[in-house]
C-alpha cells in the first residue's frame, strides 16, 4: 500500500517517498498525527509571493506549515539525552525537531544548507533507536522549483548546495537516518499559485 494511503489529490501535488512503512505506521498507530499532516498539505500553498520574499529569516514557506502544525498541539521539542559510563554522564546531543507530537517529528527544510538533511536522518536516527521517535518526516521543495526560481530572478538565492529533493534522496539511500521509518513530502509546481 505505502503511499497510496495519502489522498489521490495531494499525490497530484506533492511528491511522497517512504522509508520502512513510515505511512503505515502512521495511518494505523499514529492517525491523527497522520491526519494533522495531511491536511497541513492540503491547506499549504506556495505563493509567489512568498518565493519573493527577501531572505534574511526564517521563510513564509516552512512557517506556514509549522504554524499549522502548532495550532494542532505539535511543538518543538529537545531531548536531554546522556548515558552513563562508570558512573559519568556522557551527554548525547541531539538537535531539536522542529514538529513534534507522540513519537512522531516533522522538519520542513525548505532552503537551507544540505548539511541540515545530515543532522536532521541523524537526529531521526538516534531518536528512533531510544525509542522515542517512530517516525520522521521531512518536507522540502522538489528540485523541479529551480526553473521557476529562475524565471523569477530568484535562482541565485535557491542554489543547487540547498536543500532540496535531489540531494534529499541520496543521503537516505546512503543510510542517514539508519532503520527509522520516513515519509518523505517534496512540495513543486503543483503547489505552486502565480497570483498568490
Not at 500500500?1 to 489529490?9: A, C, F
Not at 534574511?56 to 502544525?69: E, Y
Not at 541531539?94 to 537526529?123: A, S
Amino acid at each position: 500500500m505505502g503511499v497510496d494511503l495519502i489522498p489521490r489529490g495531494l499525490r497530484k501535488r506533492y511528491r511522497f517517498d517512504e522509508r520502512g512503512h513510515a505511512t503505515a505506521i502512521l495511518e494505523s498507530d499514529f492517525s491523527q498525527e497522520f491526519a494533522d499532516i495531511l491536511e497541513a498539505l492540503k491547506a499549504f500553498t506556495l505563493k509567489k509571493s512568498d518565493i519573493l520574499t527577501a531572505g534574511g529569516g526564517r521563510s513564509p514557506i516552512p512557517i506556514a506549515i509549522d504554524g499549522f502544525l502548532s495550532k494542532r498541539g505539535w511543538q518543538a521539542k529537545s531531548f536531554d539525552i546522556k548515558i552513563t559510563v562508570d558512573g559519568k554522564p556522557v551527554p548525547i546531543p541531539t538537535h531539536k525537531i522542529d514538529n513534534f507530537r507522540n513519537r512522531v517529528g516533522v522538519e520542513v527544510e525548505w532552503n537551507n544548507k544540505t548539511e541540515f538533511y545530515d543532522r536532521d536522518l541523524n537526529n531521526f536516527r538516534l531518536l528512533n533507536v531510544l525509542n522515542v521517535l517512530s517516525v520522521g518526516v521531512i518536507i522540502t521543495r522538489l528540485s523541479e522549483l529551480q526553473h521557476l526560481f529562475n524565471r523569477l530572478g530568484k535562482g541565485a538565492s535557491y542554489g543547487a548546495s540547498t536543500t532540496h529533493w535531489d540531494k534529499l534522496i541520496p543521503k537516505v539511500d546512503g543510510g542517514g537516518a539508519g532503520q527509522c521509518p520516513l515519509l518523505l513530502i517534496g512540495m513543486g509546481l503543483g503547489c505552486y499559485d502565480a497570483g498568490a
